[in-house]
């Protein structure tokens, strides 16, 4: 195969924002204009739960974007913030990024380098500094209103409020107030190497800098007695670990941990967290959705040591390991459809939310997934008839 060395620059000047944010399901809201700005809004169609303005539209190598918070960044910073739904594999972060731009740029896939240049840039952006932001902890008699909006209840927010933290980002100018900030640890030091980040309007982010390789939050219920936690349940955002929580809190003692990925999956997260607590098991709590289900299957694959190959295809998740070729079915529990092929010692397993709803925050919301309602083959066929002969000139 040949050895295609990634160029960030030269890709970044054939991919848009605007291509990426599209993808992502984003779509450009007209009654903001349309010139040098555009404003691109991602809605479930009740609320909207992002909005970014894009300068240079016309220009792909030029375009930067911003959002009214104070954030910015350029198609790489939007890319590395949405990564899991690209669906990619990778060494790294950087591997996967630099996959995700070669496909949009129509390139050949990487035979993956470093562009020294580039990342030893943003990796020296990438540094987190605890100076950068005010910490103050969780007032139990006063909470944010943002925990009750999630359905979250102040019984579990008190419970959990030794892992949580209210932040304020001091070089952000155009907003003083605090936010919601779940901070990143590694192992068992308990330096903070960043934070998961959510505040009204749907507003959700990581601090500059913030760990997303080997750092995760992680709320540990043994009282710091990481040889007791026998279970450890991990979900995609700590908003999900908080409600999986509450919903399951009668069937969970002390001896537990929750963790949030925070919307990526690193394998030195996972490896790290467990590393953390010899004696537990892994659970899968991730989203019903796709990007959830592969994660389950990485994390499987991971801890339990069966180099895999997952891709996804119109018949269902194709899956490549120890000379074998299989298609699991996204319907059943994925663990068992692995054992009719594979050797699987149980190292993980899956507490997920119940079918109807995408994660475990949506279920407590009760927010089901909206159903896609497949026409019968006579509705079909009907229809059909009706655009022919509405197109039938007499």
């Given amino acids: 195969m040949t050895d295609y060395k990634i160029n960030f620059r030269e890709l970044k000047s054939k991919v848009g924002i605007d291509d990426v944010a599209y993808d992502l399901g984003y779509k450009l809201d007209k009654k903001a204009g349309v010139g040098r700005y555009i404003e691109l809004v991602l809605s479930d169609g009740r609320t909207k739960s992002d909005t970014i303005?894009?300068?240079?539209?016309?220009?792909?190598?030029?375009?930067?974007?911003?959002?009214?918070?104070?954030?910015?960044?350029?198609?790489?910073?939007?890319?590395?913030?949405?990564?899991?739904?690209?669906?990619?594999s990778g060494k790294d972060e950087w591997h996967r990024i630099a996959k995700v731009l070669a496909r949009f740029a129509n390139a050949p896939e990487p035979e993956y380098h470093e562009d020294r240049e580039y990342v030893r840039s943003a990796k020296v952006d990438a540094v987190f500094d605890s100076a950068r932001y005010e910490v103050k902890p969780i007032d139990t008699n006063k909470l944010?209103?943002?925990?009750?909006?999630?359905?979250?209840?102040?019984?579990?927010?008190?419970?959990?409020?030794?892992?949580?933290?209210?932040?304020?980002?001091?070089?952000?100018?155009?907003?003083?107030?605090?936010?919601?900030?779940?901070?990143?640890?590694?192992g068992e030091d308990e330096t903070?190497?960043?934070?998961?980040?959510?505040?009204?309007?749907?507003?959700?982010?990581?601090?500059?800098?913030?760990?997303?390789?080997?750092?995760?939050?992680?709320?540990?219920?043994?009282?710091?007695?990481?040889?007791?936690?026998?279970r450890v349940f991990f979900c995609e955002s700590a908003f999900d670990a908080m409600a999986f929580y509450q919903m399951n809190r009668l069937q969970l003692s002390s001896d537990v941990a929750l963790v949030s990925l925070g919307?990526?999956?690193?394998?030195?997260?996972?490896?790290?967290v467990m590393q953390r607590f010899p004696q537990?098991?892994?659970?899968?709590?991730f989203d019903n959705d796709l990007a959830g289900r592969i994660y389950g299957l990485r994390m499987l694959a991971l801890l339990e040591e069966i180099p895999m190959k997952i891709n996804k295809t119109n018949e269902g998740i194709l899956v490549e390991a120890k000379g074998k070729r299989f298609v699991l079915n996204q319907d059943r529990s994925l663990a068992a459809q692995l054992s009719e092929h594979l050797n699987i010692r149980y190292r993980t397993g899956q507490?997920?939310?119940?079918?109807?709803?995408?994660?475990?925050?949506?279920?407590?919301?009760?927010?089901?997934?909206?159903?896609?309602?497949?026409?019968?083959?006579?509705?079909?066929?009907?229809?059909?008839?009706?655009?022919?002969?509405a197109g039938l000139k007499v």
């Avoid at 919307?263 to 790290?272: A, E, L, P, R, V």
């Avoid at 537990?280 to 709590?285: I, Q």
């Fill in 263 to 272: 919307g990526t999956f690193s394998d030195g997260q996972i490896t790290g």
């Fill in 280 to 285: 537990a098991k892994a659970y899968d709590c």
């Fill in 144 to 186: 944010p209103p943002l925990f009750a909006q999630r359905g979250l209840s102040a019984e579990t927010v008190q419970a959990l409020s030794p892992f949580i933290s209210l932040i304020r980002d001091k070089k952000n100018e155009k907003f003083e107030g605090f936010n919601i900030g779940f901070p990143y640890t590694q």
């Fill in 53 to 88: 303005i894009i300068s240079n539209p016309n220009n792909k190598a030029a375009q930067t974007f911003f959002r009214r918070d104070g954030s910015k960044g350029d198609v790489v910073t939007l890319i590395r913030e949405n990564l899991n739904a690209f669906n990619v």
């Fill in 351 to 389: 507490w997920l939310p119940p079918k109807a709803f995408k994660d475990w925050n949506d279920c407590l919301l009760n927010k089901p997934m909206e159903r896609i309602i497949t026409p019968h083959k006579e509705e079909r066929e009907q229809n059909l008839a009706e655009r022919r002969n």
């Fill in 192 to 230: 903070v190497k960043g934070y998961e980040i959510r505040g009204y309007g749907g507003y959700k982010s990581k601090a500059a800098g913030s760990n997303s390789n080997s750092a995760a939050w992680v709320a540990d219920l043994s009282g710091g007695n990481s040889e007791a936690v026998k």
